[in-house]
């Protein structure tokens, strides 16, 4: 079967870095994304990898390992409003998304 | 409108009644996409369609019909609510279906 692995629940301190790793099987692999969503609110779009490597967007950096299955999403110089929940999401060879169950992120001053 | 809209915000709803969800986007994106997210779990496919005319199932399509009859709507329609459809529906729309998907407030729907 398929499968999306993250951790439930994390928790730093605002102007700290963290990283949220998330593992995938799947029946192919067509790129991973990741999004943000506040308790109560639609999910945003966060990042897209596709290939191996580091890809940075300002404050937030995604990684993509294909041969390990693994990703992370690192999010530097913490704000309290990057509390919320990230979501690990890859597109399998259906071209449909395979969603893990989130991470819910805990910032704390 | 700028971006995808549904409607209700919210619905309470009798076990048994007939549901129909909204969902319009204005971005001319040709795939849609109905998801439902429960407390635990990741966010399910119940439909999707990659272009006006098409449908087709997701992983969770028991219970729920759709249509696309235009690029710009994609209703969802709950044919006899049950309590296991009490959810948060999200509509989500992409440029074509290998595109990131964009997605709409949701839908707080309860079944009692």
């Known amino acids: 079967g398929q499968n999306i692995d993250q951790p439930t629940e994390m928790t730093a301190t605002e102007g700290a870095i963290v990283q949220i790793n998330c593992t995938y099987q799947?029946?192919?692999?067509?790129?991973l994304f990741w999004y943000q969503q506040h308790a109560g609110e639609a999910p945003t779009f966060l990042s897209y990898?596709?290939l191996d490597g580091l890809e940075e967007k300002g404050r937030f950096s995604s990684f993509l390992s294909r041969s390990k299955g693994y990703s992370y999403l690192l999010l530097k110089e913490l704000q309290m409003k990057d509390s919320a929940s990230y979501l690990c999401?890859?597109?399998?060879?259906?071209?449909?998304?395979?969603w893990g169950a989130g991470t819910k992120l805990i910032i704390k001053p | 409108i700028a971006g995808i809209t549904q409607a209700p915000t919210s619905q309470i709803l009798a076990a048994g009644r007939r549901m129909t969800l909204r969902c319009t986007q204005d971005?001319?994106?040709?795939?849609m996409y109905w998801y439902r997210q429960d407390l635990g779990l990741g966010l399910r496919l119940i439909h999707y369609?990659?272009?006006?005319?098409?449908?087709g199932k997701g992983e969770v399509p028991d219970g729920y019909s759709v249509s696309r009859a235009n690029t710009d709507d994609f209703p969802l329609t709950l044919a006899s609510a049950v309590p296991s459809q009490t959810s948060v529906y999200f509509c989500?729309?992409?440029?074509?279906?290998?595109?990131?998907?964009?997605f709409g407030p949701g839908t707080r729907l309860l079944v009692l």
């Open positions: 971005m001319r994106h040709n795939a």
């Open positions: 799947t029946s192919g692999f067509n790129g």
């Open positions: 990898n596709v």
């Open positions: 999401a890859v597109m399998d060879s259906n071209y449909q998304l395979i």
């Open positions: 369609s990659n272009t006006a005319g098409t449908t």
């Open positions: 989500a729309s992409s440029a074509a279906y290998q595109e990131t998907q964009y």
